[in-house]
Nanobody
Framework: QVQLVESGGGLVQAGGSLRLSCAAS????????MGWFRQAPGKEREFVAA????????YYTDPVKGRFTISRDNAKNTVSLQMDSLKPEDTAVYYC??????????????????????WGQGTQVTVSS
């Protein structure tokens, strides 16, 4: 069982930056590939970024490439999402996620929602124009 708690959301002007953090409880955090998803009002939850288990290796959805950076600190059981050059269309609730099928599994593309067993409670990011 993995519990995830996000922090770091807020209100920022377009062009600004925010850093989201996700603290994971449970054993063997290092063995899980981790991801970030987001859900805007009236839209489905969508994949944003993934970082592979162990030493990493990242994947991003096209709209955030070059602006967002995912990282992990296995000693602290945390995964972070640095968001730069934010746009109003980045406004959403952001969720940290992982699952048992992501244990010891490297991804070379988006994490599928069906592979997620554990979600954080979400953190709101609002980008004003």
């Amino acid at each position: 069982q993995v519990q995830l708690v996000e922090s770091g959301g807020g209100l920022v002007q377009a062009g600004g930056s925010l850093r989201l953090s996700c603290a994971a409880s449970g054993r063997l955090f290092i063995t899980y590939t981790m991801g970030w998803f987001r859900q805007a009002p009236g839209k489905e939850r969508e994949f944003v970024a993934a970082i592979n288990w162990g030493a990493g290796g990242n994947y991003y959805t096209d709209p955030v490439k070059g602006r967002f950076t995912i990282s992990r600190d296995n000693a602290k059981n945390t995964v972070s999402l640095q968001m730069d050059s934010l746009k109003p269309e980045d406004t959403a609730v952001y969720y940290c996620a992982t699952g048992e099928r992501l244990k010891w599994t490297r991804v070379g593309g988006p994490i599928e929602r069906r592979d997620v067993d554990y979600w954080g409670q979400g953190t709101q990011v609002t980008v004003s124009s």
